[in-house]
């Protein structure tokens, strides 16, 4: 849970989404309608996610103990990034959003699709490479799991351009309270609480009332504990850099390297008509 849960907080959640197994399913095509309509303003961006060493000393806690969680940096590295660094090409308007994976991210296969609208039910994932795709559902998300987080963000009075936008950096410390499952043991040792720090440089080029649906949608999209306080104010991330106790000695570095107005169609946020559904790796059939 806690890669996910990293992994979640920057490159916005949706890619919880476990591999597709290939196979098809014993249901027809199942080929989601593109509905006609206006387009809608909104927003195209590109992502670069990648998980960073920043201390390369033996990870040690306030009483000179070794941390019980020195090897965890490398564990998330691993599994979050396998192949370094990731790109990620998002299209947020109106009420839906795609995201599209460059590379490997987490457990989704190289290339991989994200369609979410939000209100519905599941949320689809498509694999280009065999022209599949397959539903999950939407509450498989974090948000819907742990509690109302204590965050804190602080102006540094900091500016700098990052991808033709004037940033701003601010300071932020989140506390997520872990729930533990009635009838559950944990270890004495296992947190009950998560605590992330981090920096975020953020703009506020898009504040403006033509964008009010893509903030809405951006902090329903992400389902993460507190995102609401990291985008108020129509403020949109530009670059993150994220750290916390689980993680010694590592930080996830979002930054985002392109951004601009978009006005997409409805297609862009549909299945395509030649994909064939197949079932979805939780098994079953939805």
Do not use: C
């Amino acid at each position: 849970m806690d890669v996910v849960l990293l992994g979640s907080l920057i490159a916005v959640l949706l890619l919880q989404a476990p591999p597709a197994s290939g196979r098809p399913s014993t249901v027809a095509r199942e080929p989601s309608a593109v509905e006609a309509g206006p387009r809608v303003d909104g927003l195209k961006t590109t992502i670069r996610m990648s998980v960073v060493q920043i201390d390369s000393g033996l990870p040690m806690m306030a009483d000179g103990k070794p941390s019980p969680y020195g090897n965890f940096g490398p564990l998330i590295k691993q599994l979050l990034t396998p192949d370094g660094a990731v790109t990620i090409d998002y299209v947020i308007a109106g009420d839906r959003s795609r995201a599209e994976v460059k590379g490997r991210l987490a457990t989704l296969p190289q290339g991989s699709i994200v369609l979410q609208r939000i209100g519905e039910d599941t949320i689809r994932v498509l694999n280009p490479g065999n022209k599949t795709w397959y539903e999950i559902p939407a509450n498989q998300n974090l948000g819907t799991l742990l509690g109302t987080p204590d965050v804190t963000v602080e102006p540094a009075r900091e500016q700098t351009t990052i991808a033709g936008q004037t940033a701003e950096r601010f300071r932020f410390r989140e506390t997520l309270h872990i729930p533990v499952p009635e009838g559950s043991t944990l270890p004495p040792d296992f947190p009950k609480d998560l605590d992330l720090s981090g920096d975020l440089w953020s703009t506020d080029a898009f504040s403006g009332s033509a964008y009010t649906a893509v903030f809405r949608t951006l902090q329903a999209f992400a389902a993460i504990p507190g995102i609401e306080a990291l985008t108020a104010g129509g403020r949109f991330p530009l670059r993150v850099a994220l750290r916390s106790s689980i993680m010694p000695g590592f930080e996830i570095r979002s930054e985002v390297t392109a951004v601009s107005a978009a006005s997409p169609d409805a297609a862009t946020f549909a299945v395509p008509r030649d994909y064939i559904k197949v079932q979805s790796p939780g098994g079953g059939e939805r």
